[in-house]
């Protein structure tokens, strides 16, 4: 078992009323308790999703869906997505559980490297012909299509928060920072 550190900072956030909601029939009030959040653009919190940018972990739910979350901490537990594997010191964002729940984590994926420059595609001389333009055109479609993908790496990699300590098959210990 995971060790969590006792130190924390915690306020109270208002919560979405969708993924973080009171039930007194519930274990700690909520299934939401010990899952990880972030606070949307409504300035409520909710539950991550898949890649979101991750601001905290779950404490206690009240009863007008409002919420404990410990934002700043020396390492508390999260559970790990759904067959995802983390090592220690990886970044971490959102990633989906179990029948695609929310507030699990997973971690960032390494951007791959930009492509070659496209002007090597002209290296080969004149394009006098359909063969040849047809060739130039997808070679150029395709690097485009993999620095668009690398661009969405960098964005997810850059949401990425927190250092892995250690993990087991099901959950990952996790320092956040203020």
Partial sequence: MLKEHPFLVT???????DTIQYDATKPNRSDAVGK???INADGKGELVGDGDEIDGKVISVDDDHKFTGAY????LNLPLGENQ???RGNKLVGALGANRAKG???AVSAPAALPSDITAIAADGDVDSDTKRRTAHNAARTQINSVSAT???LVAAVKGKGSVINSD???TLVALGA
């Fill in 72 to 75: 700043m901490f020396g390492g």
């Fill in 36 to 38: 990880a959040f972030k």
């Fill in 85 to 87: 594997t983390v090592a």
């Fill in 104 to 106: 699990h984590v997973k």
């Fill in 169 to 171: 098959t099901t959950h």
């Fill in 151 to 153: 661009v969405s790496d």
């Fill in 11 to 17: 306020t109270t956030f208002q919560g979405d009323g």
